[in-house]
T-cell receptor, first 112, second 116 residues
Framework: DTGVSQDPRHKITKRGQNVTFRCDPI?????LYWYRQTLGQGPEFLTY????????KSRLLSDRFSAERPKGSFSTLEIQRTEQGDSAMYLC??????????FGDGTRLSIL | AQTVTQSQPEMSVQEAETVTLSCTYD???????LFWYKQPPSRQMILVIRQEAYKQQNATENRFSVNFQKAAKSFSLKISDSQLGDAAMYFCAYRLSGGSNYKLTFGKGTLLTVNP
């Protein structure tokens, strides 16, 4: 069990650019979640996958955001045309069905 | 919609002393889970303890225990014999039981400082 891995740890980009983050869950976990955490707040749910199927998206996930989990393994979260308000920590978590979620270290996004 | 409230933005405790972190939640559901997660600075979120709502007995994990009051919708965390390594942001979280989406709803967190 190597834990949930996220890449990159930090991303600095200019407003308007596209960014993509990757999450590698714990290998036997069938569920994968993305959360966003802004300063002084708890994480907020964005979307989740069961295997390769994306089953729910939060209203926080505007049409500039897209997530995929091809083959039910790693997942990517892409943000197009980044805005200042997208600056946050993006957390990935995985679990095996009803078991507690295990979190990665997160990707901190800073928009210049 | 479910909400989780942590009314203590910051708490401090002396090493070896006991501290209690508060959490209240709002839900119309009867079957759910409650969690406390710990997030050290620049490190990943770690599960501290969880409680199933249908269980009356309070969960305990070594120095960590909870006081779960279902009727009052209260779920506090007690840390006994506090250690320097306990310093972190603590988040209370709620999750429905059953259904298909096990997303967590978090409170805003309580920053715990442990003084030597």
């Amino acid at each position: 069990d190597t834990g949930v891995s996220q890449d990159p740890r930090h991303k600095i980009t200019k407003r308007g650019q596209n960014v993509t983050f990757r999450c590698d869950p714990i290998s036997e976990h069938n569920r994968l979640y993305w959360y966003r955490q802004t300063l002084g707040q708890g994480p907020e749910f964005l979307t989740y996958f069961q295997n390769e199927a994306q089953l729910e998206k939060s209203r926080l996930l505007s049409d500039r955001f897209s997530a995929e989990r091809p083959k039910g393994s790693f997942s990517t979260l892409e943000i197009q045309r980044t805005e200042q308000g997208d600056s946050a920590m993006y957390l990935c978590a995985s679990s095996q069905t009803e078991q507690p979620q295990h979190f990665g270290d997160g990707t901190r996004l800073s928009i210049l | 919609a479910q909400t989780v409230t942590q009314s203590q933005p910051e708490m401090s405790v002396q090493e070896a002393e006991t501290v209690t972190l508060s959490c209240t939640y709002d839900t119309s559901e009867s079957d759910y889970y409650l969690f406390w997660y710990k997030q050290p600075p620049s490190r990943q979120m770690i599960l501290v303890i969880r409680q199933e709502a249908y269980k009356q007995q309070n969960a305990t994990e070594n120095r960590f225990s909870v006081n779960f009051q279902k009727a009052a919708k209260s779920f506090s965390l007690k840390i006994s014999d506090s250690q320097l390594g306990d310093a972190a942001m603590y988040f209370c979280a709620y999750r429905l039981s059953g259904g298909s989406n096990y997303k967590l709803t978090f409170g805003k967190g309580t920053l715990l400082t442990v003084n030597p």
